[in-house]
């Protein structure tokens, strides 16, 4: 009845389109990802072969879309620009999580201390920087709050977890190594708040995690 053609690789939109030529299936183009160096890098900085290969993509992005039902991505710049490519309609569909995964979790009564919880691996390009500076605002005004911030699988990249023990009170923070998903989620379940910092350097990126947990 109808083909779903995800990309990348981008050559699975080809596909879809050479099936739709022979046997007149109505297919959707949809990009799970599409140049992030170039749509959502707010100060790109590509070589002469990034920029000729971009080029290239785009010219057969907008062949292989021409025929489409739909064009659907991942977020809102990269959908706006497919569409405006490719003159058709492009919405965006972000990635979907496993709800019955979250629906067995058992609850945690928490009334004693005030959890705040990263899950997953920082890269060093994530902004830490605003979530440093309320902490520290917040102890100035708050004198030994009841709170703890859990930093889950953070030891994975060192730099980035030396620099977390550097800029948070330690007495209130706890750092691990990568834990199994399951062990994760009973961390989230528990928190109050989940947080995840953001990429300055990109515009409309957005984790999977914020997903999967």
């Avoid at 620009?81 to 919405?91: A, D, F, P």
Wanted: hydrophobic fraction near 40%; include cysteine.
């Amino acid at each position: 009845d109808l083909i779903i053609a995800t990309a990348e690789p981008y050559n699975i939109i080809n596909v879809a389109y050479q099936l739709n030529k022979k046997f007149k299936i109505p297919y959707i183009g949809d990009y799970r990802d599409y140049e992030d160096h170039f749509i959502l890098a707010k100060n790109p900085k590509n070589s002469l072969f990034k920029n000729i290969e971009f080029a290239s993509i785009n010219h057969y992005t907008k062949k292989w879309v021409k025929n489409t039902s739909l064009v659907t991505s991942i977020c809102a710049p990269i959908a706006t620009y497919l569409g405006k490519l490719s003159n058709k309609k492009s919405i965006v569909l972000t990635n979907g999580y496993e709800a019955a995964l979250f629906d067995k979790l058992e609850k945690i009564p928490n009334n004693q201390t005030f959890q705040v919880s990263v899950l997953g691996t920082i890269y060093p390009k994530q902004s830490l920087t605003e979530l440093f500076e309320g902490v520290q605002l917040f102890f100035k005004k708050i004198n030994q709050p009841k709170i703890q911030f859990n930093f889950i699988g953070l030891e994975s990249i060192p730099a980035v977890a030396q620099s977390v023990r550097e800029n948070m009170p330690i007495e209130n923070t706890v750092i691990t190594k990568r834990v199994s998903r399951d062990e994760a989620l009973k961390v989230g379940r528990e928190s109050h708040i989940l947080f995840y910092p953001g990429f300055h350097q990109y515009t409309g990126f957005y984790s999977g995690k914020i997903f999967e947990y």
